[in-house]
């Protein structure tokens, strides 16, 4: 065997978790596998001879590469997430069966990486980002994510605090039992097929925030209150022929059909048996990528 294809080897052993860091960073599925292609590049080119921890180094090669570019996207668009006015992105959903996910989602989905979180990841500076993420999510440690930032262990410090505040205010952890959350998804499914707008509130935390996102032609909306975002699925709910069960990032969600393609997504975080999050993607484009055959549709 060569160096290179022994090289080679060794990153594809290390890409699955190369796309698990770039899909925190960059809540993009497509920008995380051009992020991990550029650290294959950087390793053809690199001596790595005198590297001990080649997995380590590729995780900081890939945080680099997606620090420029979450820097790079200022220059391309607006912040993803202003107020209930602004333009709304939300990120690409990891979809599959209700029945599990395959081993590749789980690695990229390990720690419970649901949609409302990489919101909330999506509102904080790329430098917070880099050092939460890599921190407390991959567990690296301060001295060498400094390096990367180009600033102190004890700055570094000080944003991954800062980013941890914002995430444990922004998304408290979500309900765990699998079963009742899935009863909860059910209950405001059948709720707004059926038009009852009573049932409906009644599975909606008061504060609920439904965030959607239709592409950048139908920029989306974000909208607050349970009458509010009740009214809405009702009427939602009357465009689908079919509403069929998923896992949305490992959790109990819903993918609408009509006339054999994918009208949205639906992401649900769930609260004390309430839903206090809806995360609903109409982007066209990006629906097109969803294999179906997964749902059994």
């Known amino acids: 065997m060569s160096e290179k294809d022994f090289l080679a080897q060794r990153f594809e052993e290390q890409r699955p978790h190369l796309r698990a860091v770039a899909y ?8 995380a596998e051009d992020a991990v292609q550029e650290a294959w590049f950087k390793l053809s080119r690199a001596d790595v001879t005198e590297v001990e921890n080649l997995g380590g180094w590729l995780t900081t090669v890939v945080g680099r590469t997606c620090l420029d570019m979450l820097r790079s996207r200022t220059t391309r668009r607006e912040d993803p997430l202003h107020d209930e006015d602004g333009y709304v992105r939300l990120p690409d959903p990891v979809v599959s069966g209700p029945d599990g996910l395959d081993p590749e989602q789980e690695i990229l989905l390990a720690d419970s990486v649901g949609i409302a979180l990489l919101v909330v990841l999506d509102t904080l500076a790329p430098a917070e980002r880099l050092a939460f993420v890599l921190h407390d999510m991959f567990a690296v440690p301060f001295d060498e994510i400094a390096d990367v930032l180009g600033r102190t262990p004890a700055a570094t410090r000080q944003l ?3 980013a941890r505040r914002r995430v444990q205010g922004q998304a408290p952890a979500p309900d765990t039992d699998l079963a009742r959350r899935r009863s909860v998804v059910d209950a405001f499914l059948a709720a707004a097929r059926g038009g009852d707008f009573e049932a409906l509130v009644a599975v909606l935390d008061p504060q609920i925030v439904a965030r959607s996102d239709g592409g950048a032609l139908r920029p989306g909306l974000i909208r607050r209150g349970a009458a509010t975002v009740a009214s809405q699925a009702i009427t939602f709910a009357r465009f689908a022929e079919a509403s069929l069960p998923a896992l949305v990032n490992g959790t109990p969600g819903v993918v609408a059909v009509a006339e054999g393609r994918v009208l949205s997504v ?10 206090t999050a809806l995360d609903i993607l109409t982007d066209p484009e990006r629906l097109a990528r969803i294999d179906l055959s997964v749902l059994g549709g």
């Open 266 to 275: 639906m992401a649900f975080t769930i609260r004390n048996d309430r839903v």
């Open 24 to 31: 925190r960073m960059l809540g993009s599925l497509s920008e």
């Open 160 to 162: 991954a605090s800062r």
